[in-house]
C-alpha cells in the first residue's frame, strides 16, 4: 500500500537532477579562466518531468536510476551561451553563482518535500 510513492521518485529525482546542475556550474566556475571555454548547462528539471510526465514514468539518466528506461538525453549538457571575453571564454562568474543558489534551492524544495511526505506517512500510521 505504501511503497512505490511517485512523491519520493519526484523528490529523489528533483534532489538528483540538482546535484548534476551543481557540478557542472561547479565546472564552469573552475574553468572560468580557461580560454576559449564555453560555459554548460543541462536541461531544467520542470522540462525533464514535463516531458516525462507526458510519456508515463520519469526517465532514468544512467543503469538503475529511478528504475525507468536508461536514457541520458534529457539531461545532457548544453552550451549555455556564446563567448563574450576576448579569450573566447564564456564564463560570467555572477551568472554562475545565481544558478548556483537556484540550484541550492531547488535541492532544499526537494529535502523539504521529501520530509513533509515522510511526515504524512508517518501520521497516516499513526506515528508523530
Given amino acids: 500500500m505504501f511503497y512505490d510513492l511517485n512523491v519520493f521518485k519526484t523528490a529523489y529525482a528533483m534532489a ?63 552550451k549555455a551561451h556564446p563567448a563574450s571575453e576576448p579569450n573566447g571564454n564564456g564564463v560570467s562568474l555572477e551568472e554562475e553563482m545565481l544558478k548556483a543558489v537556484d540550484v541550492k534551492r531547488q535541492h532544499d524544495r526537494a529535502l523539504a518535500i521529501y520530509r513533509s511526505s515522510i511526515g504524512i506517512l508517518r501520521t497516516s500510521l499513526g506515528r508523530a
Fill in 16 to 78: 538528483t537532477h540538482a546535484g548534476q546542475r551543481q557540478a557542472v556550474i561547479s565546472r564552469n566556475m573552475a574553468n572560468a579562466d580557461t580560454p576559449g571555454y564555453q560555459p554548460k548547462d543541462i536541461t531544467p528539471f520542470q522540462n525533464v518531468f514535463e516531458n516525462s510526465a507526458a510519456g508515463g514514468a520519469m526517465t532514468a539518466t544512467r543503469q538503475g536510476h529511478l528504475h525507468g528506461i536508461s536514457d541520458a538525453r534529457h539531461w545532457a549538457e548544453y
